[in-house]
Structures are given as structure tokens and as C-alpha cells.
């Protein structure tokens, strides 16, 4: 299997896995959040590249949760308000940014980007063969 391959199916399972937290926790989704959540996903390992294999997983759960905190702010700017879907609003949450943003969410997202790293770490190691990591918590 190619680079490529296996990244477009670590790309989709992310998305659909994004998705699928969005229906369980309020009913429905929207396709720009198979994006965000492909996107998220693969950034997941990035993060993991760029710490370095030594780094914890506390502190990978810390940036995964900035970084997907970001990648929601951005579809948030584009989809909700250049592009007025209206996909969802935080406005109500508080803590939020414009509305697009908020810490009760930030913080969800450290939670789950736990399950999400060990998942992106095996599916490396399935379909790239790459060596699973060895991990620490602090």
C-alpha cells in the first residue's frame, strides 16, 4: 500500500469518527466536519512528529486539543461565517470565541484526542508499518 493510500484511509476514518462524535452528541453533522476531522487526524501524527517519540502523551493531548481547537476555529470562520452554513454556534457555551470556539469543547477535545493518538498510531503501524511508539504519560 502506498503513502498515499494509507493516509486517505486514516483521512476518511478520522472524518467519519469526527462525525460520528457529532451525531452521537447532538443528533446530526455536516460534511465540512468529515474534513475537519480528517484533517484533525492526520494532524494528530504531525504533532507526534513534530514532539518527537519521546514526548508524553499528556503533552500530545495538550497540543492535539490546540490543534483541533484551531482546525475548528478555521472551518468555523470559513463555514459559519464567510460561507453562512451555520453548521453550529457556541454562542451560548461560555468562555466562547465569536462564537465558533469554547473551552468546554477545548477541553473534550484533550479527553479524546487520547483514544485518537493510540488509533492513529496502529493504523500507521497496520497499513505503513511503522513501529508503534513506546508511551509515557508525564
Do not use: K
Request: net charge negative; glycine share 8%.
Amino acid at each position: 500500500m502506498s503513502n498515499i493510500q494509507a493516509y486517505l484511509i486514516m483521512f476518511f476514518t478520522g472524518g467519519f469518527l469526527y462525525c460520528a462524535i457529532e451525531i452521537l452528541a447532538r443528533g446530526y453533522s455536516h460534511i465540512s466536519m468529515l474534513i475537519a476531522g480528517g484533517t484533525c487526524f492526520l494532524l494528530v501524527g504531525a504533532i507526534q512528529s513534530i514532539l518527537g517519540h519521546s514526548a508524553s502523551i499528556l503533552s500530545q493531548m495538550f497540543f492535539c486539543s490546540i490543534m483541533i481547537t484551531s482546525v475548528e476555529l478555521l472551518f468555523g470562520m470559513v463555514v459559519n461565517r464567510q460561507l453562512h452554513l451555520n453548521v453550529w454556534d457556541y454562542s451560548g457555551e461560555q468562555y466562547n470565541f465569536q462564537g465558533q470556539i469554547c473551552l468546554l469543547y477545548s477541553n473534550l477535545w484533550f479527553l479524546l484526542s487520547c483514544p485518537m493518538i493510540f488509533l492513529h498510531d496502529y493504523m500507521e503501524f497496520l497499513l505503513l508499518n511503522i513501529p508503534l511508539p513506546h508511551y509515557r504519560i508525564f
